[in-house]
Each structure stands twice: as C-alpha cells, then as structure tokens.
C-alpha cells in the first residue's frame, strides 16, 4: 500500500507518468474513486508519457477508447454508465482483458466481481483543494510496479 497526496492537477498528471513505464500488455490498473477525482486525468498524464500526443476523452460515453502508443494497445474503460452485471455479459469486453493489451478501468465497481481483477488499483479520494491516492498491488506484477514508484 502506498499513500500520496496530490495537491493539484499537475500531480495526478506526474503520478499518471510515473506509472507509464510499468505498464505492459497483459496488465490491468483500476482507477476508483467518486466523480471528479482525477481518474480520467491520471490516465492523460500515462497516456503522454507514453507519447500519445492527441486528446484523451473520457469514454463515459462510449464506454471505452483504444490507444496504439509506444508498444502498447491500451483501452481507457469507464463503466460509469454500466447499470449492472448483466451488461458486461453482453458487452463482449471480456475479449479485450487479454495477453495482448493493457487494460485501464474506471468504475470498475459497476461490473462488479465479473471484471478480470487488476494487478493494481489506484484509488482517489478528495483532500480539497488537491487530491489523495491510495494505491495497492493484488498480483506480484503490481507489487513490482509499485515498488518501481516507490523507487521513483
Ligand atoms: N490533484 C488534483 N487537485 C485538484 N484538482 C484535480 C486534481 N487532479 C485532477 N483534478 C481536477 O479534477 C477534475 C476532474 O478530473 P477528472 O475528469 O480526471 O475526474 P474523474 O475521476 O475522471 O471523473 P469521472 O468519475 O466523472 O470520470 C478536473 O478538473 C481536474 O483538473
Ligand atoms: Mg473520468
């Protein structure tokens, strides 16, 4: 378990950055957190430091963007809109959790215990006027992911 404060929006952007060089296909990171809590904003600081030099939307909408950066294909998901597990059943998404992509989540609490579960889970809390972050490994990869932030 690891415990940050986020002051401003520039700090989640820099935590999204730390975390970009750990993530590799096969992987999962769960982002929790009420609305408003920097989710979507964590993963624009990965995704540019990743290289990605366009937008980063939030897919509350469509449910989930695909990106082909670095060596990397990366699905952003926000299951915000999921009403309930029935959902993911039909959605077909279970396909996109595998060897071959990273996996970023949003509300992974909308699908309930159907979602693959994460190697790490970052979760956001308000600590106003910035944020907090409380992230915990569940796999020996994210341990070693976490340990590689630890180590900066
Ligand atoms: N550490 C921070 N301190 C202050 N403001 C922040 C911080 N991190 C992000 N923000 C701001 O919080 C707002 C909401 O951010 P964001 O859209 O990333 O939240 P979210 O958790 O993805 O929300 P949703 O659940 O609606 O998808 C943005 O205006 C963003 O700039
Ligand atoms: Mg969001």
């Known amino acids: 378990m690891l415990n940050l404060k986020l002051p401003d929006e520039s700090a989640t952007l ?5 975390l970009a060089p750990g993530l590799a296909p096969g992987h999962v990171l769960w982002l929790r957190g009420e609305l408003g809590t920097g989710k979507t904003t964590l993963v624009r ?7 990605h030099a366009g937008a980063v939307k939030s897919p509350t909408y469509t449910l989930v963007e695909l990106y082909s950066v670095s060596r990397l294909n990366l699905y952003h998901f926000d299951f915000y809109r999921f009403k309930d597990r029935s959902e993911w059943l ?5 396909e996109y959790f595998g060897a071959d992509s990273a ?5 992974p609490e909308r699908v309930g215990g159907l979602l693959p579960p994460p190697d790490l889970e ?3 809390g308000f600590e106003e006027p910035g944020r907090s972050a409380a992230l915990a490994a569940h796999t020996p990869f994210g341990q070693h992911w976490l340990s590689s932030l630890r180590s900066g």
């Not at 820099?14 to 730390?18: D, I, T, V």
């Not at 600081?45 to 290289?51: D, E, Q």
């Not at 996996?103 to 509300?107: D, K, M, P, S, T």
């Open 14 to 18: 820099q935590l999204g950055a730390n």
């Open 122 to 124: 970052v979760a956001l």
């Open 103 to 107: 996996c970023i989540v949003e509300w």
């Open 45 to 51: 600081g990965l995704l540019r430091a990743l290289g």
């Open 90 to 94: 039909t959605s077909g998404f279970r």
